[in-house]
């Protein structure tokens, strides 16, 4: 995961990082240690448990405490947002202030940040979260998904991680990529284990195109996708049935 999360930031030429984590901070740490040129502040709220603190790397700065507790002390603007480790199967409720008035949504509290983060989001940058696999197919009203636009947000991509992706645990997850700009299509596609097939998955995903499988990588209308596997196991039907 650290890996993509490394090339993803790469490729969108991303100097300045945000990773909001309730792991160990290692994934901030590995991107940092690969390239000098990104500086990256990794903010964590457990100080027994966040190591990035310790590994004295250049260009990595580590945070305890929350957003609110640290907004002096974090940069004004981010070019990539990522947010890393376990989420909660929990959900809180929280209050938003937006131009259509204030907003109650309830969901995961690590997706509940993304609007706070928005507003440290460079224009031409983008948010990472790891998400659990229910986003793909959300409904609910008072969710984050269903509410970004209010926020100036968009769901550019929605990757699915394969089992075992994050730390000490098998629950399989998924990776949402947002962004400013309004799309009439979702990027779909699963997060292959290769370095050369993960840059190549992230090319196609900036160039908005298909795949010759769905595996890796389709164009779809948001409101139509109901989960990778499902839309693997639709395309293989239609096959069949040629």
């Known amino acids: 995961t650290a890996q993509f999360f490394s090339i993803l930031i790469q490729s969108q030429e991303s100097q300045r990082v945000l990773n909001l984590t309730t792991d160990l901070g290692l994934t901030g740490a590995w991107i940092a240690e690969r390239d000098s040129a990104i500086s990256v502040d990794v903010?964590?709220?457990?100080?027994?448990?966040?190591?990035?603190?310790?590994?004295?790397?250049?260009?990595?700065?580590?945070?305890?405490?929350?957003?609110?507790?640290?907004?002096?002390?974090?940069?004004?603007?981010?070019?990539?947002?990522?947010?890393?480790?376990?989420?909660?199967?929990?959900?809180?409720?929280?209050?938003?202030?937006?131009?259509?008035g204030n907003v109650e949504l309830k969901d995961a509290k690590q997706l509940l940040e993304i609007?706070?983060?928005?507003?440290?989001?460079?224009?031409?940058?983008?948010?990472?979260?790891?998400?659990?696999?229910?986003?793909?197919?959300?409904?609910?009203?008072?969710?984050?998904?269903?509410?970004?636009?209010?926020?100036d947000l968009h769901l550019s991509g929605l990757f699915s991680l394969s089992v075992g992706s994050l730390m000490a645990t098998n629950i399989r997850v998924g990776l949402a990529i947002i962004d400013r700009t309004p799309r009439k299509d979702l990027f779909v596609a699963e997060v292959p284990q290769g370095a050369e097939e993960q840059k190549t998955l992230i090319d196609r995903f900036r160039q908005r195109k298909n795949a010759t499988s769905a595996s890796q990588g389709r164009l779809i209308d948001p409101k139509r996708f109901r989960g990778l596997d499902a839309l693997i196991t639709n395309e293989r039907y239609q096959k069949l049935g040629r």
Request: hydrophobic content about 35%; cysteine-free.
């Open 115 to 151: 609007p706070n983060l928005a507003e440290r989001l460079s224009p031409n940058g983008f948010i990472a979260f790891i998400v659990p696999t229910r986003f793909s197919f959300e409904t609910k009203t008072k969710t984050i998904r269903a509410n970004l636009e209010k926020f």
């Open 43 to 100: 903010v964590g709220q457990n100080v027994d448990a966040v190591i990035s603190q310790q590994l004295g790397i250049e260009g990595l700065k580590t945070y305890i405490g929350t957003l609110d507790n640290l907004q002096d002390q974090l940069s004004e603007e981010y070019e990539a947002i990522i947010g890393t480790g376990s989420i909660g199967t929990l959900t809180e409720s929280r209050n938003y202030e937006t131009n259509d």
